[in-house]
């Protein structure tokens, strides 16, 4: 019997949303195991044998007489631990529609339709003719596909792989411009100290990084601040003297357009750096500052008349980023600090042609304040990338109006819960990969962030336990993923490094001694960015598990026609290959061999194959 009370959809969100101007994706969930076969029933909700729009009220008792419903097959998109998702694209014939959906138990063979209001059974030979199906306010409504709603992002993205730049850590091209109290290149990192990185230094290795396969470069902020990572704005308008001013930066920007990269930069618009001019002016006159209406003061004067040591950090007399009394958090809702914010964000786009704003704590900023910022951004620039940073689920920022996607922690949570930390099995790990995906409209899917360590996390081989095969198992999963894949400085090498209390390893410098570089993790990576430019089908929509192991953490998956198999156990994994596999012959698009596979095939620990079957 089909679990009624499990039955899940919404309209207008990522069950039911436009993925282009004129066709819709609809998704359903259901209990898991229970259903055999889901089917849409679904057409234009003014098509009437008699009543509706013309002869009666569309909600009301009168309401039966619809005949415009007809029946799309869904299929299976993905399970979860606790749910089967059904999936179908159709095209309205007028850009509007009513649907609902037809459900066979697995079981019974019972048949019901799962409406908006109620759940009706159904017999096989009532489907054709069922009062239930004319009835039409019982159908869910997409009311009509406008184009100013859907979410159109940037081409270029999927085509991408990032490189996140760490500035003040990355190379320190001109020793002259940096700060004086810069210490040796490669000394212990800590949270106040500096290396003398800067953008000069970025460009010397532009070079390198276009042989890795770079194509996008992640900048932490570089705009005018005191502490190394940049975080505490004093100044939007200017880059930091330290990092080479404007001119480095529009010379950078230059000599990457030129390689065919792409350039974005860090908005941290949730807060200000506490020698920022506009929070001084606070400090200094109180209520009679003109900016104080910029920040959310709960008390004047905003710091304490005592010494800093003995601050209660959670209970300042203005709001902050987190506890971090240098952050104040600037008011968005301001209009004037929101015309400032948003002359930054064009400023930017519009002098240096920035190619993409990730936004910082991107989920504590109002709604109303990323959509102008959007409208602002895409005037001067459509094809601009807009990505959140938001750690958890975030499909209220992904309507249309305010980001293109997010940073994908949630695919970088399952990667390391089941590659890095052991923490789960292949099974699970596949429900946990799944719905990192259903939680997201396709469209968002294909421009998402995939990332596995960053400024703000422990670096994947050091959580790994200094496994560099299990980081590559992590890599190889990430880079055969829809999205597009960063790797954070100094990841392609082989850096390691923790975040945390007392501990900024994950922000040494980044490794130039070739000799002390791993070459042999650096030329795995390059295959990796090499095979994702070679093969499309790796941007396919959804991921199909062809061989989940239950003892093992061993995984086959196919993405279009790349097929992956990985072994994440610390002895060799021999399986029964899929009959879809079994006896064929295959291309190895890692090693470039042709094959053919026997019915078994077994993978060394940690190992991996990465194949095509040849026709």
Request: net charge negative.
């Amino acid at each position: 019997m089909i679990t009624r009370s499990s039955l899940i959809h919404t309209a207008k969100s990522a069950f039911s949303y436009a993925n282009d101007k004129e066709t819709l994706h609809i998704r359903m969930r259901s209990a898991k195991g229970e259903v055999e076969k889901v089917t849409l029933w679904i057409g234009d909700p003014y098509k009437w044998e008699e009543g509706g729009l013309d002869g009666g009220n569309l909600e009301g008792s009168d309401a039966y007489g619809w005949s415009g419903g007809e029946e799309v097959e869904m299929e299976l998109e993905g399970s979860t631990e606790l749910y089967d998702c059904w999936f179908a694209a159709y095209k309205p014939t007028r850009k509007r529609t009513r649907y609902g959906f037809i459900l066979t138990d697995k079981e019974s063979q019972e048949k019901l339709l799962f409406g908006e209001k109620k759940c009706v059974p159904l017999t096989d030979d009532q489907q054709a003719n069922s009062k239930a199906l004319s009835h039409l306010s019982n159908f869910y409504c997409f009311p009509y596909i406008n184009p100013a709603d859907v979410l159109s992002t940037p081409e270029w993205v999927k085509d991408t792989t990032w490189y996140q730049i760490f500035p003040e850590r990355f190379a320190n091209g001109r020793p002259d411009i940096s700060p004086a109290n810069v210490e040796p290149w490669g000394s212990k990192p800590t949270n106040d100290n500096f290396m003398g990185g800067d953008l000069w230094g970025v460009i010397d290795h532009l070079d390198y990084l276009q042989e890795l396969g770079i194509n996008g470069l992640y900048f932490c902020p570089i705009f005018f601040a005191n502490a190394n990572h940049k975080y505490d704005t004093i100044d939007y308008m200017q880059v930091d003297p330290h990092f080479g001013g404007k001119e480095a930066f529009k010379a950078l920007v230059e000599a990457a357009h030129k390689r065919g990269m792409k350039v974005m930069l860090d908005a941290v618009f949730n807060h200000i750096g506490n020698e920022s001019p506009l929070w001084l002016d606070v400090v200094e006159n109180g209520e009679k500052s003109k900016y104080k209406d910029w920040f959310w003061i709960k008390d004047f004067p905003v710091y304490p008349d005592k010494p800093l040591e003995t601050w209660d950090f959670t209970n300042l007399n203005y709001e902050t980023f987190g506890n971090v009394h240098t952050m104040p958090k600037l008011n968005t809702e301001n209009p004037e600090c929101r015309a400032y914010l948003l002359d930054v964000a064009r400023y930017w786009v519009e002098e240096f042609d920035i190619d993409g704003w990730r936004l910082d704590v991107a989920n504590e900023v109002d709604h109303q304040f990323w959509r102008d910022f959007r409208k602002v951004v895409k005037s001067i620039k459509p094809d601009c990338y807009i990505l959140g940073e938001i750690w958890h689920e975030g499909m209220a920022w992904l309507q249309g109006d305010q980001y293109d996607s997010l940073m994908n922690y949630p695919l970088t949570s399952a990667i390391k819960e089941f590659f890095a930390f052991d923490n789960t099995d292949a099974r699970n790990f596949t429900y946990d990969v799944n719905n990192s995906y259903l939680n997201y409209p396709r469209n968002v899917n294909a421009s998402i962030f995939n990332l596995l360590e960053s400024h703000d996390t422990s670096r994947i081989i050091s959580e790994a336990g200094g496994s560099k095969d299990k980081a590559k198992l992590s890599y190889l999963f990430m880079f055969t993923q829809i999205g597009s894949p960063c790797i954070y400085y100094g990841g392609e090498i082989g850096m390691e490094g923790y975040k945390a209390m007392g501990s900024e390893d994950h922000r040494k410098c980044m490794e130039w001694d070739e000799s002390k570089q791993d070459q042999d993790f650096k030329t795995f990576i390059q295959s990796l960015i090499n095979l994702r430019k070679e093969f499309s089908d790796l941007q396919a929509p959804s991921i199909q598990w062809l061989h989940v192991g239950k003892q093992q953490k061993t995984l086959i998956y196919q993405r279009g026609n790349v097929i992956v198999m990985m072994n994440n156990e610390s002895s060799e994994s021999t399986f029964e290959l899929p009959e879809e596999l079994a006896h064929k012959p295959i291309k190895d698009l890692l090693t470039y061999k042709s094959e053919e596979f026997e019915s078994q095939i077994t993978l060394p620990a940690y190992g991996y194959k990465v194949i095509q079957i040849e026709k």
